[in-house]
């Protein structure tokens, strides 16, 4: 049961989600450009001034290259559903494109169901039990959401990144920012790469889409702009 809250927790995310598209499909996704966006200007941020620290006044702070990893982390982890909802990962579709259409439909759909898959189980993995799988030892700790459950309940600290003094000491917080809060996007981004994947599923299946990566993007551009040097 502990395993419970966290899952309908990532399940309203992803119905919030897309009730929220179906309004106002701009706003999510300027919303979603705007966290991409923020973090990568965090990571940009904290490392230009800790050379400027480091090279110019000889100091620095300490839980920087942790800060940067893990932001670095959740805008890969968060970036994943949104290029497959871009359609921007790249790919090779060279094969595929050879195959007759009902044929490369099925691969197309073949892909987006592989891509759903591995999200789920890298999501939650103890569930593969059912089929007579040994995930684990410990049923609890399989899968993104048995993970960060586990460094939930026991609120262990990271190696260098440390809350400033006064929120210690103005919310009682322990000396070091625990791993949860650093593992938070993990199970979110997890979860949002299997709700993509599972749009672009049915996307594919509905003839709206053709593939869920961007095969021919570069092709396409020069087909756009063929005529623009002779003009």
């Known amino acids: 049961m502990t395993l419970l ?4 927790a990532l399940v309203a995310l992803v119905a919030g989600l897309f009730a ?15 966290v991409l966006a923020v973090l990568l200007a965090a990571i940009t941020l904290v490392s230009f001034t800790q050379v400027v620290a480091r ?15 893990i932001l670095f982390a959740w805008m890969i982890l968060f970036g994943m559903g949104y290029g497959v909802k871009q359609g921007v990962h ?20 073949f892909a987006a169901l592989c891509t759903f898959l591995y ?7 103890g569930w593969l039990t059912l089929v ?29 990144l440390r809350y ?25 981004g997890l979860a949002l790469l299997a709700f993509r994947a599972l749009e672009g599923l049915v996307a594919i299946a509905r003839g709206r889409r053709e593939l869920i990566i961007a095969g021919h993007e570069a092709e396409d551009l020069v087909a756009e702009n063929r005529d623009v040097l002779r003009d």
């Open 164 to 188: 400033p003094l006064w929120m210690q000491e103005a919310f009682g917080l322990q000396d070091r920012v625990q791993r949860w809060v650093a593992y938070l996007m993990l199970p979110i």
């Open 5 to 8: 809250w966290p899952s309908l």
């Open 119 to 125: 999200a789920f189980i890298l999501l939650h993995a």
């Open 55 to 69: 090279y110019g006044f000889n100091s620095g702070w300490g839980g920087a290259l942790e800060l940067t990893r």
């Open 90 to 109: 790249l790919g090779v579709d060279a094969v595929v494109r050879l195959f007759p259409a009902p044929l490369f439909r099925l691969a197309a759909l």
């Open 20 to 34: 929220a598209e179906r309004r106002r499909p701009q706003a999510v996704a300027r919303l979603e450009e705007s």
């Open 132 to 160: 007579g799988a040994d995930v684990s030892t410990n049923w609890r700790q399989t899968g993104a959401i048995g993970y960060w459950t586990f460094m939930f309940e026991r609120g262990t600290g990271l190696d260098d």
